[in-house]
C-alpha cells in the first residue's frame, strides 16, 4: 500500500505527464487511471482559484490536454468527416457542461461589434424550434464550418461517422445505427470525467446541459458564469443529463486529492 507522500508523489509525476503529452489512451489501466486522476488535479486548482471566469478556464484547459491527447495517440482510420460537411451540425444535439457553456459565451461576447451581434442573433434563433419543427442547425455554424472551432465542446470534437451515407440517412429521418470511431470517444471520456470530478469535489454541478438553450441563456445574462460559481442554477428549465457516473467521480476526486485508493485500485 502506497503512503500519501507517494501517491502524491506519482500524481505529481502524472500530472508533467499529462501536461506534456496528454493522456496515452494506450496505455494500461493504471496508467490511464493515474492520468486522468492527475488532470482532475490540475483542473481542480484552476477552479479553486479566484477568477470570475475559472469555470471556463478550466474548459479552456480540458480542450487543450483533449487536443494534446489526440496529437499523441494513433490517427482513427476509416473516418468519414470532411471540412465542409456538417450534417451533423443540424443532426444532433449536443451537450456541453456548463464551464463549456460559459467559455463558448464568452468568446463570443469579446468579438468585434458587428460579428458579436451577428453571433448572438444566430444563436438565439437556433435555440428555437423550425417552423416545420425540426431542429435548427447550430447558431454557431457559419458557411458549413465551425466558426467557434477552437472552442467547441467536448461532444462535438469526438463526434464521428465511419460512413457518410449513414448521415446522409439521418438527415433524411431514416432510422440509423451509427459506427463511431473509438478513439474519439474514449480520449473525450477521459477528460470530460477529469472536468466533472473537479467540479463535484467543490460541490458544483457537473450536469451536461442541452447547448443551444443553455448556450442562449449564457449569452443573454453576462454575468452566468459567475452567478453560476456562487452556486445559483443558471440553467433552470434547461434539458439536463447527470453526466458520468457519481462512483467513478468519486475514485478520481480521492486520487487527485491524495486519498488512499481502494485495495487492487492503481
Known amino acids: 500500500m502506497q503512503s500519501r507522500q507517494q501517491r502524491r508523489a506519482k500524481l505529481k509525476e502524472y500530472a508533467g505527464l499529462v501536461s506534456r503529452k496528454g493522456i ?8 490511464y487511471l493515474w492520468s486522468v486522476m492527475a488532470e482532475t488535479r490540475m483542473l481542480l486548482d484552476i477552479l479553486q482559484g479566484s477568477s470570475r471566469q475559472r469555470a471556463s478556464e478550466a474548459a479552456r484547459r480540458m480542450h487543450e490536454l483533449y487536443e494534446l491527447s489526440a ?22 444535439i449536443t451537450s456541453a457542461c456548463a464551464p463549456e457553456i460559459f467559455l463558448i459565451a464568452r468568446h463570443v461576447r ?6 458579436r451581434e451577428a453571433k448572438i442573433a444566430s444563436i438565439r434563433l437556433a435555440a428555437e424550434p423550425a417552423e416545420d419543427g425540426r431542429m435548427r442547425s447550430c447558431g454557431l455554424l457559419v458557411n458549413n464550418s ?3 472551432y477552437e472552442k467547441r465542446p467536448g461532444a462535438c470534437r469526438a463526434y464521428t461517422s465511419m460512413s457518410l451515407k ?4 439521418a438527415d433524411q ?24 470530478a473537479a467540479l463535484k469535489a467543490l460541490n458544483l454541478p457537473h450536469d451536461y446541459y442541452e447547448f443551444r438553450s443553455a448556450l442562449r441563456m449564457a449569452i443573454d445574462n453576462p454575468d452566468a458564469e459567475e452567478r453560476w460559481l456562487a452556486g445559483e442554477d443558471v440553467f433552470a428549465g434547461v434539458q439536463r443529463d447527470p453526466g458520468p457516473q457519481v462512483q467513478a467521480l468519486e475514485l478520481l476526486i480521492a486520487g487527485a486529492t491524495g486519498k488512499e485508493l481502494p485495495a487492487g485500485v492503481g
Do not use: M
Request: glycine share 4%.
Open 24 to 31: 496515452d489512451l494506450r496505455q494500461n489501466d493504471s496508467h
Open 110 to 115: 469579446a468579438l468585434p461589434e458587428q460579428e
Open 173 to 196: 429521418g431514416k432510422p440509423v445505427n451509427f459506427a463511431r470511431a473509438e478513439i474519439p470517444l474514449r480520449n473525450r471520456t477521459a477528460h470530460s470525467y477529469a472536468l466533472s
Open 71 to 92: 496529437q499523441n495517440n494513433p490517427k482513427e482510420t476509416g473516418l468519414a468527416c470532411r471540412k465542409g460537411c456538417a450534417l451533423c451540425c443540424r443532426l444532433t
Open 166 to 169: 449513414d448521415c446522409e440517412d
Open 146 to 148: 465551425c466558426s467557434i
